[in-house]
């Protein structure tokens, strides 16, 4: 753990800093996952939207 002295003789404990990278994009199969997850979520709320319509009694 890295430590550092004060005036006074105090201690400050630092937290470990994470290793840095930079991130890449994503590949056209990850592209194509994105797309098809997107659509599916997109029907499952539409699809419970629709149940809540279908069953309360708002006409």
Known sequence: ????NEEG???NN????????QAEPPTNAQ?????????AAM?????VIFV???VSSVS
């Open 14 to 21: 630092f937290a470990k800093e994470p290793k840095v990278y």
């Open 9 to 11: 003789g105090l201690l």
């Open 43 to 47: 029907l499952l709320i539409g699809g």
């Open 31 to 39: 592209k194509r996952t994105y797309i098809i997850l997107g659509i």
């Open 52 to 54: 809540a319509f279908s």
């Open 1 to 4: 753990m890295p430590y550092t």
